[in-house]
């Protein structure tokens, strides 16, 4: 046994990186010797990926520190909410404050600095060696035992060194390794050990939530830009609060407009994009749109299920506002909707939004002071890689998927205490339409009027670029005209007869709003408009004489067209066009010759198909067929095989046709030829 012993030694000595498990799940328990604090460490390692993952978990506190690192050093190292990354790890894993509660030096670590010195191993008993060094500083003791005849499991190490390379505030620090779970492992499910939530595990990504800084060692990135127009269908989770809200918001930066809609409810806050909202508490839990005219500076609330409306100035609270001097708002950037600054985020590397590869952006927001609340957010964005189907035909990239904020007590929090979640749906940087920003129910249907006015232009070239986009432009133009709001022209019509070169377009001009002001409003200077009956006076000038309009129907997509003078036409409600219809009526100027094809094919096989009918009738007619009574006071019905049967026990008997006209009789008759 002593030289089966001697020779299984040898051979261990001679190759013992083959008998060492490079790649490795542990959970060891740690004692330090000085202070006699215990602590349960688990340590994942990958010797082909060259990164390791290590975390501890601190009862006192109820909080994990993580650190995850390169082999070479380099990584970052997480307690609570807090992150930091670093260049001296593992040394520095679990060193905050000033403090250093856990000591630890990884085991790998200890087993590259064993297998410089392999003469030192030595069999025990069978299946059991001690392996022993004291050199460079460090002195470790350590006790392996053989599995299979393949492996070297660790039971139990001694390390004493100086303090700063075990991680220890002392100058000579002394721990004691206890393994607990020792299991090899192939490197792909190490990868999901070290990084759960990222798909690249060398990106060494922080958890969901934890803001890291960046540091000069990894590339610099741009952050992506929003554009300024842009609507977007929100879900938020409140993931703690196990609910779910849905909101829509509409941004028109060309246009000054902003729609959200949404339905608050009791102790939430609804999100709109890239923020959430902290809502006055006399908005009931209903659906509403809020719609803000940074033309005029005033604020429409429509209620969509009582179908009312209340115009105020536009307040600062929703977060789309940025005020000026002498108390008046312009509308923000859409990247000034953050709650921090967009030079503030970070790259923090890739996970998977619904199934769709995203950049992961994060930021942190401190409170007032060290003690104050404490969140972080964090942007989605989908990769660069995938292309974003926006529309019929549109493909964009880097389309923002969603944003999650943390809330904690404070920056020293061991954990969040809430999470919201926003999922961004059928976002898109096209136009908004004017249904979005209908302020309609807000004026009296009395407070309008109904107008026409005539464009010297073919119906075809007009509505080229689709016909929304041109009642859109056209919209735009007339309250350009008028000098007011676009959401006070509505009801858009396009019109023309055969052959004509004109076109008709009906529109009604609503009358300026009133405010329905509050206590508490904030009275931000108001842009005045013209009236109803200034905006027609002005029109009318306008109209008197051909004018030319700019119809804008996107990049370097422009159309000058002419109206016909005193074209300008007060219409009856009755006669408007938006009177007639909702949908959008208009009619063609031209049938072209496949149409009228068509039209005549269908017309021959109807033509057909009442010529058979007609005929069939007619050949019924012609066969002279008896008919029958049933009973005495029956309907006369056309023979057939059942007009021979008995109904309800009545004998049915066959009738002589009776004349619709009777002869003249003799009406004198004596009582006896009567009776």
């Not at 990354?85 to 040394?91: D, G, H, Q, V």
């Not at 990106?203 to 610099?220: E, K």
């Not at 809502?279 to 940074?294: K, M, R, S, V």
């Not at 307040?315 to 002498?326: N, R, T, W």
Request: glycine residues 6%; neutral net charge; hydrophobic residues 35%.
């Amino acid at each position: 046994m002593d030289g089966d012993n001697s020779t299984l030694l040898e051979n261990i000595k001679s190759r013992a990186d083959d008998f060492l498990v490079k790649n490795y799940y542990l959970t060891v328990l740690v004692k330090n010797l000085d202070t006699l604090h215990e602590y349960a460490i688990d340590e994942v390692h990958s010797s082909e990926d060259e990164i390791s993952r290590i975390s501890v978990e601190d009862p006192l506190e109820n909080a994990t520190s993580t650190c995850m690192m390169h082999t070479s050093g380099f990584g970052h190292a997480t307690t609570g909410v807090r992150c930091k990354t670093s260049r001296n790890l593992p040394e520095e894993c679990f060193c905050w404050d000033g403090l250093c509660k856990h000591p630890f030096l990884p085991f790998y670590s200890l087993v590259n600095k064993l297998l410089k010195q392999k003469e030192d191993l030595r069999a025990n008993h069978p299946g059991y060696f001690s392996w022993d060094i004291d050199n460079n500083g460090i002195k470790i003791n350590s006790t392996f035992h053989l599995v299979n005849e393949r492996f070297l499991f660790p039971l139990e190490l001694f390390v004493e060194s100086f303090g700063y390379i075990l991680g220890s505030k002392r100058d000579v620090a002394r721990l004691k390794y206890s393994i607990i779970q020792f299991e090899p492992s192939d490197p792909y499910s190490l990868r999901e050990q070290i990084q759960p939530t990222g798909p690249n595990v060398f990106d060494l990504q922080p958890m969901p939530g934890v803001f890291c800084p960046r540091s000069s060692i990894h590339p610099p990135r741009v952050f992506p830009e929003f554009p300024n127009q842009f609507s977007v269908e929100i879900e938020t989770i409140e993931k703690n609060a196990d609910k779910v809200f849905y909101s829509q918001h509409r941004y028109d930066l060309r246009h000054k407009l902003v729609s959200m809609r949404f339905s608050p409810q009791p102790h939430s806050s609804p999100s709109i994009f890239l923020t959430t909202l902290s809502l006055a508490p006399h908005l009931l839990p209903q659906t509403y749109n809020i719609i803000h005219d940074f033309n005029t500076g005033l604020q429409f609330t429509v209620s969509d299920w009582a179908g009312n409306c209340s115009v105020q100035p536009i307040s600062l609270g929703f977060g789309d506002a940025a005020i000026l001097e002498k108390k008046s708002v312009r509308i923000k950037l859409a990247k000034e909707l953050l709650d921090v600054s967009p030079q503030k985020f970070v790259y923090s590397g890739k996970r998977f939004i619904r199934g769709i590869l995203a950049d992961v952006w994060s930021a942190e927001k401190l409170g007032e002071d060290q003690s104050g609340p404490y969140s972080t957010i964090e942007l989605f964005f989908s990769d660069s890689d995938y292309n974003v189907q926006v529309g019929d035909y549109n493909e964009l990239k880097n389309v923002p998927l969603g944003m999650v904020t943390y809330h904690a007590e404070d920056r020293n929090a061991p954990h969040f205490s809430s999470e919201i979640m926003s999922h961004y749906f059928q976002f898109s940087s096209a136009q908004s339409r004017w249904k979005d920003f209908d302020i309609s129910r807000c004026i009296s249907p009395q407070d309008r009027l109904f107008l026409k006015v005539t464009l010297q232009v073919n119906y075809r070239k007009l509505v080229q670029h689709g016909l929304p986009v041109t009642q859109d432009s056209i919209r735009t133009c007339l309250a350009s005209e008028a000098g007011i709001s676009p959401l006070r022209v509505i009801d858009i019509f396009l019109s023309t007869s055969a052959g004509s070169s004109s076109v008709d377009v009906w529109f009604v001009l609503l009358q300026r709003p009133e405010m329905s002001r509050r206590k508490g409003d904030q009275h931000l200077n108001i842009k005045g408009e013209p009236t109803l009956k200034n905006a027609f006076m002005r029109l009318v000038e306008k109209f008197a004489n051909p004018r030319q309009m700019k119809l804008y129907f996107g990049e370097k997509k422009n159309m000058l067209v002419t109206s016909i003078g005193g074209s300008l036409e007060n219409v009856h409600k009755d006669d408007h066009m938006s009177s007639r219809s909702q949908s959008h009526y208009f009619l063609k100027d031209s049938y072209t010759a496949g149409s009228m094809a068509s039209l005549g094919f269908s017309m021959a096989i109807l033509g057909l198909l009442v010529g058979l009918l007609v005929g069939f009738i007619l050949w019924k007619r012609q066969l002279g067929l008896p008919f029958y009574s049933i009973g005495w006071d029956q309907a006369p019905l056309l023979g057939g095989h059942l007009a021979d049967l008995p109904v309800n026990n009545q004998s049915c008997r066959r009738q002589q046709p009776t004349p619709s006209f009777h002869g003249t009789t003799n009406s004198y008759q004596s009582d006896e030829d009567r009776y």
